[in-house]
């Protein structure tokens, strides 16, 4: 039996070439495209950074007064909305104030006057202090009661 072999012409194999890497590279540009446009250009919240400078504890014939002096780090304003007083060896909440809603401008420092105020603070123990804005980010700070 004499079968005669012939082979792809030069020709068509480099026609064929040219349209798998068109291909290849059409597919490609269609996914960096769609990855590119689901990322935001602009992220507010990262901008938003926040600093709790010091704690100041207040006793008075109803209890303790804590006032939290927090400090605006970030380039975006940021509305405080709630304070925490916490246990930081159980991270339980002792006492919370969420109806704070005070906004502080960029590198403004702000003073919340009785943030908490609570009855008993044990002398000598550890307590943490965390300050949340809208946006969720916080700062946190610990401190040793008189």
């Known amino acids: 039996m004499n079968m005669m072999r012939r082979g792809v012409s030069p020709i068509v194999a480099t026609v064929l070439l040219i349209i798998i890497a068109v291909a290849a590279g059409v597919l490609i ?3 960096l ?3 590119a446009s689901k990322n935001p250009t602009v992220q507010p ?4 950074k926040i600093r709790i400078d010091s704690v100041q504890i207040n006793y008075n014939s109803k209890g303790y007064n804590v006032t939290v002096f927090v400090r605006n780090i970030g380039g975006v304003t940021a509305n405080i909305t709630a304070v925490y007083l916490y246990d930081p060896a159980t991270g339980t909440v002792i006492k919370s104030n969420t109806s704070v809603g005070v906004t502080i401008a960029p590198g403004q420092v702000i003073e919340l006057y009785k943030a908490i105020t609570l009855a008993k603070l044990t002398s000598g123990y550890e307590y943490g202090v965390k300050v949340v804005t809208k946006d969720g980010v916080t700062a946190t700070y610990t401190f ?3």
């Open 45 to 48: 919240v990262l901008n938003e």
């Open 144 to 146: 040793i009661a008189p």
């Open 33 to 35: 495209h769609g990855f």
């Open 29 to 31: 540009w269609v996914w």
